[in-house]
């Protein structure tokens, strides 16, 4: 009896949405349904959960919608939230499905992920032994989470064919989301030259206190008379979307920031107030492909609205909005695709099937030298870890750090050549508007 009410319940909430814009569902069609599950619960070889089985049958139905429409009980609705905190106990990772399987888009910057060697790209085989082909977000983080101090193993397929097994102890990650390129101590520095004044900030995701973060970096920037800033979001898996629209709202004063439609709802635009506008600095974005949802949001607004220069290569292709619907009776909860992301001048961020079109491209492509990268990524967080520096580093000085980093770092070193160019062609900032206003501005 349990299977029937719990499954006639989503039919209820489908019914309900479809009832919104379109044809309703016929509750008649989903009989077979509820009959096989009474059937297996009563005649399988096996003992069966029941609420096993309702979630294998939900989601089944659900997986052949997208791979982010997701059903789950009560009690996993804290997994859910643990998607977009800054703080919770686990490896440090941002992750999204791809062909039935679990792709890491970056490991979190110094988190025990990118100590333990997992990396950009790599397809999560098995979590603890156990194949995760099939798995939806909310298990996998049910997986990977967990009290700091434990293990999980994981395995992993690298984009070169090879496997890794890694064994990686949880922690609790606590993620500061904004980031300077130095740090001596308590110390933040975000000027890289301080005689162009070019900063540089890295936003790593995007959490409930990323805005907050982002205003004390830029007020810091303005105290340290930056005069361009480079911003990286270079593997930055998204998260809140808020947090996204709150610093994009902060760099223009006016227009359109991001739109959502779907087939069932109406246009929502958000737009851009005058109100808290920072004073205008010139501006590079970096991005990769591992820049997703919220992150490709913040650089393909600016793109549009002309204020900034994107730099690196295109982004995921991550744009879709879903809602958590709460089933009448069980308390459980459905997480449903509802609207797609679109950019102030109309193209959708989310990589449709077929489509050649999605995410963001950059205004400047610039690869990495991947022979580089974990000298890259050691030389990164020896500088932002805030510790005493090696012996042999404590002697160079700060535009000798500077020339090693871009010489480890083609994108930066390319940014590093944009922000140059624009401050050669417009030095002084006195009186100058926060953006140009863009076609997709008119009413």
Known sequence: ????????????????????????????????????????????????????????????????????????????????????????????????????????????????????????????????????????????????????????????????????????????????????????????????????????????????????????????????QGQAIIMDLRGNPGGLMSAAVAIIDRLISHGVIISTKGAHSQENIKRAQSRGTYPHRHMVVMIDGSSASAAEIVAGALQDHNRAVIVGKRSWGKGSVQQVIRLPESGAALKLTTDHYYLPKGRCVHRLPDAKEWGVDPDVEQELDYELLDDLRNYTSELNSGANQDKSEETLTKAEKLKKMLGLDAQLNQAYKQCKGLLRAQPSLEGLASEEKTDSDEE
């Open 1 to 224: 009896m349990i299977i029937k009410k719990t499954i006639l319940s989503v039919i209820l909430v489908m019914v309900f949405c479809g009832n919104a814009g379109g044809e309703s569902v016929n509750p008649a069609l989903f009989d077979p349904l509820m009959d096989v599950c009474d059937l297996v619960s009563k005649h399988y070889v096996r003992d069966t959960e029941n609420d096993d089985l309702v979630a294998a049958a939900i989601n089944g139905m659900l997986h052949e919608l997208d791979i982010y429409s997701e059903y789950f009980p009560a009690q996993d609705l804290d997994e859910f939230e643990k998607m977009t905190s800054s703080t919770y106990e686990g490896i440090g990772i941002g992750i999204d499905m791809k062909d039935g399987y679990l792709i890491v888009i970056s490991p979190f910057q110094d988190s025990p992920a990118q100590k333990a060697g997992v990396e950009a790209g790599d397809r999560i085989l098995e979590v603890n032994g156990q194949s995760t082909k099939g798995w939806f977000l909310t298990r996998a983080i049910k997986n990977l989470t967990g009290p700091a101090g434990t293990e999980v193993r994981i395995k992993v397929l690298r984009k070169d064919g090879d496997t890794k097994e890694l064994t990686i102890m949880r922690e609790r990650i606590q993620v500061p989301t904004v980031r300077p390129w130095y740090k001596d101590g308590d110390e933040k520095d975000y000027l890289l030259d301080d005689d162009s004044g070019i900063a540089y900030m890295r936003i790593t995701q995007f959490t409930s206190d990323t805005s907050a973060e982002f205003d004390a970096a830029y007020e810091r920037i303005l105290e340290q």
